[in-house]
DNA sequence: CGCGGGATTGACT
DNA sequence: GTCAATCCCGCGT
């Protein structure tokens, strides 16, 4: 199958916008010639200097160099000395805005990721657990999701409005695992 | 099933 | 030196 990646437009448009049709898109990965993929079923946008959690919030250091480029990047962020978290820069050039891939539903390869993960079970419900699962490190930190190569997104399914949960603070939205 | 603590690296004050 | 966009295990209810 030939690779649909999203394009740089889809990320350019306002955060929480993106975070919300994120959901139901296919996450790709192509490592070592498997390809690991599933639906984003959880997302949480993270809105630069309106948001004291954001990295983003006091300004620019070179770890997170990314989020004030162009949209449509990588940002994968190292905590609490062993989990690597993977974000999507979002919003026009010099917004330091992102969307945090909370969780996905495994479609293919996950006998591989159960091998990275070390489990059968739980395999990709956590943000930390996609990027072990998927093999994601800090060397795809700064990736161009729009060339369809080792790591992209393409739209998938349609997720009604309805069917969208938003949590209490301002820019973290949930979407029912059904 | 919910809560609490430890793991362990590195960026920033 | 401090603390972090988390996970997992063990314990108590």
Same mark, same amino acid.
């Given at each position: 199958m030939e690779p649909r990646p999203l394009p740089c ?7 929480? !916008?993106?975070?919300?049709?994120? &959901?139901?898109?296919r996450l790709i990965r192509v490592e070592e010639g498997n390809t690991l993929s599933?639906? #984003? ?25 990314? &989020?004030?480029? *162009? %949209?449509g990047y990588s940002?994968i ?9 993977l974000?999507v820069?979002?919003? *026009?050039?010099?917004?330091? $805005? ?5 969780? #996905?539903?495994?479609?293919e390869g996950?006998?591989?990721?159960? %091998? $990275? ?17 998927l093999g994601i490190s800090?060397t795809l930190n700064g990736w161009d999701l729009t060339l369809g190569m080792e790591l992209w997104i393409e739209?998938? &399914?349609?997720?009604?409005?309805? !069917?969208?949960?938003?949590? *209490? ?5 949930? %979407? &029912? *695992? !059904?």
């Open positions: 437009e889809f990320y350019e448009r306002d955060t929480i !916008q993106v975070a919300r049709e994120l &959901l139901g898109s599933g639906t #984003i079923i959880e997302t949480e946008a993270y809105l630069g200097f309106d948001d004291s959690a954001s990295h983003a919030y006091r300004g620019k250091t070179p770890r997170n160099a990314v &989020l004030f480029g *162009p %949209a940002y962020y190292f905590v609490y000395g062993l989990h690597y978290l974000n820069s979002a919003a *026009p050039d010099g917004v330091p $805005h992102a969307v945090l891939i909370r969780a #996905i539903v495994p479609i996950m006998d591989v990721m159960q %091998a $990275h993960r070390g489990t059968v079970r739980k395999l990709t419900d956590g943000p930390a657990k996609v990027c072990q699962a800090r739209k998938d &399914l349609t997720i009604p409005a309805d !069917q969208i949960l938003v949590g *209490p603070r301002i820019g973290i939205d949930y %979407a &029912l *695992p !059904q």
